[in-house]
Structure formats: C-alpha cells, structure tokens
C-alpha cells in the first residue's frame, strides 16, 4: 500500500493521542523507510518491471530484512521501545508498534505472493489486490478517507496552520498516491529507494501539522 498506511496512521491518534502524527506516520511506514536504505547497500533487490500488477511496476525480488513478517515484528518490539525509552508512554509504545507490524499485514492484502515470513528461505505470501486497479483504488482511497475521519474526529486545530496544514497534506498525499498509481514507471531501482526516502519529509509534514492541532488527552 501508499497512502493506505498513512490511514492507519492518522486513526491510531485516536488511540494514542499523546503521540505525534510524526512519530505515528513514521510507524506505519517504517518498513518503506527502511527499504530504501538496504536497496542502495545492495542488501535488498528490487526490478521495475512495467505491468508486473495493474497498480505497481516494481517487482519485490528480495527484501526478507525490511519486509518478512518476523522482521516487522522485531521491528516494531525495537521501535515500541525506543519510544517507550524517550517518551515514557506505554500506551504510545504499543500503538507504534502494532504499527510498524500492521504495514506487513496491509502490504499481505495488496501485494501478489512475495512477502516473505522469515528471512532466508521462506514460503512467499499476498492476495494480489494490485491485480486489479478498480479494487486498488477502492480499497486504498476508503481507507485513507476513515483514516483521515477518525483523525479530524480525534483532534482540532489549533490555529490556522493546524487546519490549512491539514488540508494541504492531504491534498499532497493524495497526489503523491495518483503519481505512483498513473505516472510513468520509475527509470531505475536507485531512484525508487531515493524516492521512498523522500517519506521522512511526509512525516516532518505529519508532526508539523499535528503540533497546531490538539486533543482532549485521553490516555
């Protein structure tokens, strides 16, 4: 998924509202922002492979350290505690984590069969719903709409940057999302990952939006 994962983000505010969208973007998405990274160490293997589903161009050849489920589990248990350590919030530290776990879980239903359960040998799992564009889009567009429900209903701006902020995100993840989806295949793996990278400026966008926005404190 894209955009699918900052859904689960924004509606885990609801459940942790002490913690920053940032930090809560970053745990969804933890899994793609580690990717890049091993793809240009050459760790993990990635092709463009125009028409590989009807969604994405990329084939996953190999990438069981960022993306097998064993590995997104003690990735969330090392993200959960680290939060934990700096911020002293168990409720927090568990969202993060089952959100770091939940990007494989979201991956399984859109990816064909090429997520891996352990790293090295390793049976490869996915339903495929890149197979198809319309049920793509519903799916991903009518999670991202009650991730961002759940958010508004969470949280309320502050000022006027907390509510403009909020509507220029959106409207930049949604173009994000329609560039991936109808742009042109990427020219190399390199640029993939160089891109992928590129999400650490939607999560500094995330807790900058989330600080001019507040919450009832909850939990």
Known sequence: MIIGHYAVGMAAKRWAPRTSLGTLFAAAALLDLIWPVLVLAGIEVVAITPGATAVNPLTFIYYPWSHS???S??????????????????VGAIVV??????????DFIVHVPDLPLIPGESPKFGLGLWNSLPASLAVELGLFALGLWIYIRTTK???LAGQWG??????FLLAIYAGAIFGPPPPSSAVVAVTDLGQWLIVALAAWVDS??????RR
């Open 69 to 71: 489920l064993v590995m």
């Open 166 to 171: 909020l509507i220029g995100m959106v409207i």
């Open 157 to 159: 701006a502050r000022d």
């Open 97 to 106: 984590a089952l959100l770091v776990v939940s990007h494989w879980l979201l």
């Open 73 to 90: 589990i003690a990735w969330g248990i090392l993200f959960g505690t680290g939060y934990l350590l700096v911020r002293r919030y168990l």
């Open 212 to 217: 001019h926005r507040r919450t009832d404190g």
